[in-house]
């Protein structure tokens, strides 16, 4: 499956934005997840949806802040990102994994990512 992040951009802190990933097959099967890799950093986990949408999983520093949720329909993972913080400023990608994990060796396919930039 090819993914297509998109939806990132510019927005002041507290403010929130949602994120799309649109993959090209069909999704139903993939558990679904979201990383982040800011400057000088490696990249992270930060959230992952089961193919059923039945069960989601949140890294810590978004608990409470983002959701995960999607569309198999449409084919479409989102991540609505609320309250959000400088820090939060990274690349975001989207994956699909046949596997259940967190960690990126259980995603085999990414998308090309999409910049949030959070200002103070």
């Known amino acids: 499956v090819q993914l297509q992040a998109s939806g990132g951009g510019l927005v002041q802190a507290g403010g929130s934005l949602r994120l799309s990933c649109a993959a090209s097959?069909?999704?139903?099967?993939?558990?679904m997840g979201w990383f982040r890799q800011a400057p000088g950093k490696e990249r992270e986990f930060v959230a992952a949806?089961?193919?059923?949408?039945?069960?989601?999983t949140y890294a810590d520093s978004v608990k409470g802040r983002f959701t995960i949720s999607r569309d198999n329909a449409k084919n479409t993972v989102y991540l609505q990102m609320n309250s959000l913080k400088p820090e939060d400023t990274a690349v975001y990608y989207c994956?699909?994994?046949?596997?259940?994990?967190?960690?990126?060796?259980?995603?085999?396919?990414w998308g090309q990512g999409t910049q949030l930039t959070v200002s103070s």
């Open positions: 097959g069909r999704t139903y099967g993939y558990n």
């Open positions: 949806i089961h193919w059923s949408g039945g069960s989601t």
């Open positions: 994956a699909a994994s046949r596997n259940c994990g967190t960690t990126e060796p259980f995603f085999g396919s």
